[in-house]
């Protein structure tokens, strides 16, 4: 199989460097150029890298992240891990030229004509791209992506009302993010337009624009991994081992095939007590490449129609840089490049 070029938009910051380390050795997709800052343009990409992962990109140097730059390499298609507002305009420039766009940034998630893909639940809605063209596919926030797919099982049921209390790790703060001081043995109970990210996506995700998620984000002294808290309200009663038997059947829900980065089941459920916990489960997922993709689900409660569960996403693989890459998967899968 011929090995698929890719571009790096933003590979220096946190997120972009777990894409460095998830496309180490990938079975087709080959990292080989990266784009970032003017400030680290210029350098041995190795230079930010791990000893371990820096000995594998020490012939790639950092370009400059600008569409002309982008436009003139020789990549089959890009992975976009810019967190702020100048991605957006970045990505709909190249996209227009041709350029194939998996986009981890949350400028253009909301924008009609670009999907917002969670595979398992809303595979279809990559039907509708032109794959001789350019295109945008955006993966969700990090709380988002595990909300929908720790809820998906139940969406059989009629989902109604999603109420939710995040517990977020300091990496999703990207690099420097919380100062020490501020989260050292305390909790901020505010996260700036995380709530609002929660509540759109979500609803776009499962093509719901009335569902209604209500979101109160925190940020906790831990340092990967997002735990929530969530109560699922549903449109009729179901019984508890009805609930329990949607969760050991989802599987992979609507995806079908085998990819590279796809967990065998995309939602483990843990009987115990007091599971999941960030330090025990937030590398769930099997085989080894898709570590960390599985969200983990516990605590299944159920009174009259409404679900309550904890879960947990690793918010930097499952919720950042793996998504991507399973998107890219996915429309690889479909021919698309």
Known sequence: MDRIKVGLLGGTGVVGQVFARMLANHPFLELSSV?????????????????????????????????????????????????????????????????????????????????????????????????????????????TIGLSLGVAPLSGFGIKKIDVTTMQAVSGAGYPGVPSLDILSNVVPFIQSEEEKISRESAKIFGNPRMEVNATCTRVPIRDGHLESVTVVLEDQVDKADVLKAYHNFGNGAIRGAYPTLPSKSVIVRQERDRPQPLLDVMAGTPDRAKGMAVTVGRIRQKGNAISLVLLVHNLIRGAAGSAILNAEVMHGRGAF
């Open 35 to 143: 784009y970032a800052s003017d400030r680290s343009s210029g350098s041995r990409y190795s230079s930010f890298l791990s000893d371990d992962l820096g000995s594998l990109y020490e012939h790639i140097m950092v370009e400059r992240a600008d569409s002309a730059t982008i436009l003139a390499g020789k990549n089959d298609i890009i992975f976009s891990a810019v967190s702020d507002s100048a991605a957006g305009t970045i990505e709909k420039e190249i996209s227009a030229q041709g350029v194939k766009v998996f986009t981890n940034a949350s400028a253009n998630r909301m924008d009609p004509s670009v999907p917002l893909v969670v595979p398992e639940i809303n595979f279809s809605s990559l039907e509708g791209l032109d794959q001789n063209s350019g295109f945008i596919v955006a993966n969700g926030n990090c709380s």
